[in-house]
C-alpha cells in the first residue's frame, strides 16, 4: 500500500506500513495491563495468583534437571514467572504504593 503524497515509486523497502498493523498487539498489551492493574487491587487474590507463579517457577529453578525441563528456554521462562509472581505477592502484602508523594512544600 502506498502512503499518501508519496510520488509514482515508493521506496527499496517496496510498501508503507501504517501503524493501523501494529494496533492488535498494542490494545492486546493495554488490556493485560489494565487486568493486572485490577488484580493488584484485590489484595487477597494478588497473594494467591503470586504464590500460584513464583512456586512452580521456583520448583524448575531450584530442583533437578528432568529431561522435559531441559529446552533452553525453560529457565528464563521460570525467571520471569517467577519474578512476576514474586511482584504480584509483595504487592498482595504491602498494597499499592501512590504514585508520587506530595511534599506540601507547594
Known sequence: MRARLVAGC?????SVRSTADYAIPRM???RLR????RLV?????????G????????????SGRAVIYDAWWVDGLA???GATG???FWTGLTGDSPDWVDDGNT
Request: no cysteine; charged share 20%.
Open 86 to 88: 514474586l511482584a504480584l
Open 10 to 14: 515508493t521506496s527499496r523497502m517496496g
Open 51 to 62: 504464590l500460584a507463579l513464583a512456586l512452580p517457577a521456583a520448583w524448575v529453578e531450584f
Open 79 to 81: 525467571l520471569v514467572v
Open 41 to 49: 487491587r484485590r489484595r487477597r487474590l494478588a497473594i494467591i495468583v
Open 34 to 37: 489494565g487486568a493486572i492493574l
Open 28 to 30: 492486546a498489551l493495554r
